[in-house]
T-cell receptor, first 115, second 109 residues
C-alpha cells in the first residue's frame, strides 16, 4: 500500500497570505489528522476528520481550517499567515474504525516558511 | 489522548547494545502507542499495546505495559545507527494524539 502523501513538501509564503496544504491518506483509511510541529511547542494536534466531518479539534485559532473529501483526501488551510505559523505540518491517516482504529500513519510533512 | 512523559530525555549507546526507554502517564488508558521520529523517515508508528496486554513484540522491539504503575517501557535490542531518533509514547483511545518531549536516542557506530 502506498503511504500518506502530502503536497507540497516545501512552501514559502509572505505574512498575510493564505495557504492550502493537501494530504492523501493510505487507501482504505477514513480518518485524517493534522499536526503542527515547531521547535518550541513540539507536536500539536490541529484537527481530525472522519467521513468528511471534523470529529476532533485542537486549540488553534480559526485561521486554521480543514476539510475532507469523499475520497478521504484532506486539505488544510491557513489564512492571514503570521510568522509564528512557520512550521512542519504533518498529516496522519488511520483506519478510523476497527481494532487498529487509533494507529496513525504520518506523511513526510509540508515545511511552511512565512516571511 | 494522554501525553506520556518519556524518560530519560536523552540516551546515547553504541551500536549493538540494547536501549530501554520508559514512559509514565497519569490516568487510566485503553491502549498506549510508541512512535519514532527521525529526519530520514519522519514520524513512524512503532507499536500499540492494549491495556489487557502486558508485553508485545515487533521485530527488535519489545514493549511492556504496567497499568498498575501507569508505566510502559520500550526495549530496542541490538541497536543500529538507523535507530537514532526521538521516541514518543502516547496513551489513550483517541485520534487527538498528545506528544511529549520524547526520548532522544543516539546510536553511535
Amino acid at each position: 500500500k502506498a503511504g500518506v502523501t502530502q503536497t507540497p513538501r516545501y512552501l514559502i509564503k509572505t505574512r498575510g497570505q493564505q495557504v492550502t496544504l493537501s494530504c492523501s491518506p493510505i487507501s482504505g483509511h477514513r480518518s485524517v489528522s493534522w499536526y503542527q510541529q515547531t521547535p518550541g511547542q513540539g507536536l500539536q494536534f490541529l484537527f481530525e476528520y472522519f467521513s468528511e466531518t471534523q470529529r476532533n479539534k485542537g486549540n488553534f485559532p480559526g485561521r486554521f481550517s480543514g476539510r475532507q473529501f469523499s475520497n478521504s483526501r484532506s486539505e488544510m488551510n491557513v489564512s492571514t499567515l503570521e510568522l509564528g505559523d512557520s512550521a512542519l505540518y504533518l498529516c496522519a491517516s488511520s483506519p478510523g474504525v476497527g481494532g487498529d482504529a487509533y494507529e496513525q500513519y504520518f506523511g513526510p510533512g509540508t515545511r511552511l516558511t512565512v516571511t | 489522548s494522554q501525553q506520556g512523559e518519556e524518560d530519560p530525555q536523552a540516551l546515547s549507546i553504541q551500536e549493538g547494545e540494547n536501549a530501554t526507554m520508559n514512559c509514565s502517564y497519569k490516568t487510566s488508558i485503553n491502549n498506549l502507542q510508541w512512535y519514532r521520529q527521525n529526519s530520514g523517515r519522519g514520524l513512524v508508528h512503532l507499536i500499540l499495546i492494549r491495556s489487557n496486554e502486558r508485553e508485545k513484540h515487533s521485530g527488535r522491539l519489545r514493549v511492556t505495559l504496567d497499568t498498575s504503575k501507569k508505566s510502559s517501557s520500550l526495549l530496542i535490542t541490538a541497536s543500529r545507527a538507523a535507530d537514532t531518533a526521538s521516541y514518543f509514547c502516547v496513551g489513550g483511545s483517541n485520534y487527538k494524539l498528545t506528544f511529549g518531549k520524547g526520548t532522544l536516542l543516539t546510536v553511535n557506530p
